[in-house]
């Protein structure tokens, strides 16, 4: 099983700061990584897909970045509604397709 | 618009038996694999299995291979996921997915939460 380890666990910033979250594989996984937000008392949405492409409707403040093993979410500058948990999951070992921990990304 | 609309929330006792449903709509169903997902209280998400509703062939991760049953029917574009014989540390809010062409985890259901109490 490949082992997803985020972080760091929470994040605490300001609206308008910029937003480095990690996602670190257990083995090489390629670029086969996607990350998602999830709010509270909803599911979660795809926000990247294969490690660097966004989904449909995301702003273009979120990019993803990495491959093999380190990953990288980015958001560019926070607005309010972007604080939520974020989660990595990928899509490498099929059909074992494992989550990270999550990161929670707090306002400070 | 692609569309999963999950079966509303349960409560059960422990030992009793349970089946939830996922309706896909606005897309082929049958081309598409299903996944379910586990979201204990207040923890992260957990990859419980999945399924290809056009002939039902069904992968589960060794967590959960034995504990629960993934199927699906066609006929009404609905997936499904079962237990036996539930237990209190089965509560958790349990979501569909659409793993789409990419392997993506692309569409999600709004969840459907279940309860095992005495």
């Known amino acids: 099983e490949i082992v997803l380890t985020q972080s760091p666990a929470t994040l605490s910033l300001s609206p308008g700061e910029r937003a480095t979250l990690s996602c670190r594989a257990s083995?090489?996984?390629?670029?086969?990584l996607a990350w998602y937000q999830q709010k509270p008392g909803q599911a979660p949405r795809l926000l990247i897909y294969d490690a660097s492409n966004r989904a449909t409707g995301i702003p273009a403040r979120f990019s993803g970045s990495g491959s093999g093993t380190d990953f990288t979410l980015t958001i560019s500058s926070l607005e309010p509604e972007d604080f939520a948990v974020y989660y990595c999951q990928q899509r490498s070992n099929w059909p074992l397709y494992t989550f990270g921990q999550g990161t929670k990304l707090e306002i400070k | 618009e692609v569309q999963l609309v999950q079966s509303g929330a349960e409560v059960k006792k422990p030992g009793e038996s349970l089946k939830i449903s996922c309706k896909g709509s606005?897309?082929?169903?049958?081309?598409?694999?299903i996944g379910w997902v586990r979201q204990m209280p207040g923890k992260g998400l957990e990859w419980m299995g999945i399924i290809y509703p056009g002939d039902s062939d069904t992968r589960y991760s060794p967590s959960f291979q034995g504990q629960v049953t993934i199927s699906a029917d066609k006929s009404i574009s609905t997936a499904y996921l079962q237990w036996s014989s539930l237990k209190a540390s089965d509560t958790a809010m349990y979501y569909c997915?659409?793993?789409?062409?990419?392997?993506?985890?692309?569409?999600w259901g709004q969840g459907t939460l279940v309860t095992v109490s005495s």
């Open positions: 083995q090489s996984v390629s670029s086969y």
């Open positions: 606005g897309y082929s169903f049958t081309s598409y694999w």
């Open positions: 997915v659409r793993r789409d062409t990419t392997g993506t985890s692309d569409y």
